[in-house]
């Protein structure tokens, strides 16, 4: 599938002057993103957003909230059951409740490999439900394994009055 639209970070301040990074998913792994590959985590919503900065439900920590304007294509759409079909997805593979604690005991969880097959497919990213503490079904999140500043990738952020801060080493 085709997204275009909307899309909504909530990331760690400390990575506000570069909010199209993916460091913070290269460095510390996520849900469908191994240890050392970027990844770019959003949601379709500002609400959605929020919950997944603070995904168990631990106290909220300082936040930057941003928009992005979102055109890519292909995108692997996990809400379509004829794509899961497709490509043999289960319920286990996009939950897998553990797998942070698995990552962190040197395994490679099911969402983790779900992602490096959808990348290898040549999917760019994946529109999925959101598994934060409370969320609600019509939470819904977007993650990237590619993207740019141009089709057929293309993530920007809306920040035409230029408040988020230029990077600190320049």
């Known amino acids: ?3 275009q639209g909307l899309a909504y970070r909530a990331h760690n301040p400390h990575w506000s002057w570069s909010p199209v990074s993916g460091e ?3 460095l510390h792994g996520g849900r469908f993103n191994r240890i050392g590959v970027p990844a770019l985590y959003m949601s379709l919503s500002p609400v959605a957003a929020m919950r997944e900065a603070s995904p168990l439900g631990r106290p909220m920590q300082p936040i930057v909230l941003c928009a992005y304007e979102v055109d890519v ?7 379509n059951p004829s794509q899961r079909v497709a490509h043999a997805v289960t319920d286990f593979e996009l939950d897998c409740p553990d797998w942070e604690r698995e990552m962190l005991d040197g395994a490679i969880p099911a969402s983790q490999a779900l992602a490096d097959r959808l990348i290898a497919a040549g999917y760019l ?4 439900q959101s598994f934060a503490l409370g969320a609600k079904a019509d939470d819904l999140n977007l993650v ?3 993207w740019s500043d141009r089709r057929p990738s293309r993530v920007v952020v809306i920040d035409d009055e230029g408040r988020l801060p230029k990077n600190p080493s320049s």
Not at 125 to 128: K, L, P, T, Y
């Open 24 to 26: 913070g998913a290269r």
């Open 73 to 79: 294509e292909p995108v692997f759409d996990a809400l």
């Open 144 to 146: 990237f394994w590619h």
């Open 125 to 128: 990213g994946m529109r999925v």
């Open 1 to 3: 599938m085709r997204f």
